[in-house]
């Protein structure tokens, strides 16, 4: 999970975009970035591989970014490494619209290719460049930045939580959400977007959750919400009562609490990308059939509570989906440190019976080991997500 952070307003962004992107740094990260505006400035972009402070050392806590307008990001790469080049924010190519995403673009290839062919060059191995680049398409079409957004949402499979600005809209930051969070935050100074309220609590309590396929355009002092059919929706507002060590564990006692809450959610982002057809596609391993058909075994390799669950793994058998030819595991084959290890598998659970089938194409024969505490969630978990 990462973190998004939008501002415009009436004081400088970047050190709001700082602390924000701060406070979400436990949801984790790989690097960070920013965009900023001014009209005498234009849009100054920063970004880099690693910690945040390795960002707000670059820019001096914020200070060397000019204007009232920017967005934020903490990216956890899932579409290119880690490196300056593929940290968000994105531009386009023109240089108008800059862009920060969470989630995953399911169709970006497609995308990319198709605006390739129209002789768009790309800068980054992302997803999310595709839908810079895509808004400057339709942009140029019809020459509105709303109107441009919900074209490139019908055309974008995935999820998404987008903070994007626009220089012809120099006084605007917009946003848009399916199936990752976005929040609006209303403030005194200005209108906030973050992933979570934890990043704007300390300027406001007076929230928005925004829904799937909802767009919104803020100002320093309007917002204005709209459907996937560009029509205005009236949300309802609330009021955040929790202190700042609550918001940082999202209303729950613990974090562990919200992990387990969290997990529906987690599981689908995690599989839902990598599986199109009713067949596995794990494009970023580069597996050739060849080089799969000589593997002998595969070691997963687990700690914690996918290290305990599968203490006792069951015997499967099924067809690799990527060379056809059959697989089966042999438990005993395996030793005692590095347990073979394709996760849980119970035949009475069929949310996670469906769920391996879809994985790999995988029968299960035998498998009535207890179903340990510590594995409840995750079944729930996929059960929740299906
Ligand atoms: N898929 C995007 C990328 O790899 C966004 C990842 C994220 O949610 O941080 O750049």
């Known amino acids: 999970m990462c973190g998004i952070i939008g501002f415009v307003g009436n004081e400088p962004a970047a050190p709001i975009l700082l602390d924000g992107l701060e406070r979400m740094e436990y949801r984790g990260y790989d690097s960070a970035g920013v965009a900023v505006r001014s009209e005498t400035a234009g849009l100054q972009v920063r970004k880099t591989k690693g910690r945040l402070q390795v960002l707000s050392d670059l820019i001096h806590g914020g200070a060397d970014l000019e204007g009232n307008l920017g967005i934020g990001h903490t990216r956890w790469a899932t579409h290119g490494e880690p490196n300056d080049i593929n940290a968000h924010p994105h531009v386009s190519e023109n240089g108008r619209i800059a862009l920060v995403h969470n989630g995953i673009i399911e169709n970006y290839l497609e995308l990319k290719e198709h605006l390739q062919k129209l002789g768009v060059t790309f800068q980054s191995e992302t997803d999310s460049e595709v839908v810079a ?64 309220v934890t990043a704007v609590i300390k300027y406001t309590r007076d929230v928005v959750y925004m829904d799937d396929g909802e767009i919104a355009v803020l100002t320093a002092d309007s917002v204005d919400v709209f459907d996937d059919e560009l029509l205005p929706v009236e949300k309802t507002h609330s009021l955040v009562d929790w202190d700042v060590s609550a918001a940082e564990k999202g209303g729950y006692a613990h974090f562990m609490a919200k992990e387990i809450m969290e997990q529906p959610e987690a599981v689908r982002k995690t599989i839902s990308p990598r599986i199109r057809d009713g067949r596995v596609v794990l494009d970023n391993l580069h597996l050739t059939a060849e080089y799969v058909r000589d593997l002998s075994r595969i070691y997963v390799i687990a700690c914690g509570s996918s290290y305990h669950v599968t203490a006792n793994p069951p015997k499967i058998e099924g067809i690799c989906n990527a060379c056809g030819s059959e697989l089966v595991t042999r438990p005993d084959d395996v030793p005692e440190t590095v347990r073979s290890r394709l996760a849980v598998y119970h035949k009475e659970t069929e949310a996670l019976k469906g769920f391996y089938e879809k994985l790999g194409k995988l029968r299960l024969i035998e498998g009535n080991q207890p179903i340990e505490d510590a594995t409840r969630d995750i079944l729930a978990a996929l059960g929740v997500s299906k």
């Open 133 to 196: 680049q895509l808004l400057e398409y339709h942009y140029n079409e019809c020459h509105n930045m709303l109107e441009a957004v919900g074209r490139c949402l019908r055309r974008i499979e995935g999820s998404y939580a987008f903070g994007i600005i626009c220089a012809d809209y120099p006084n605007a930051l917009i946003a848009a959400r399916k199936d990752s969070p976005l929040i609006i935050g209303y403030g005194q100074n200005g209108n906030f977007i973050a992933s979570d």
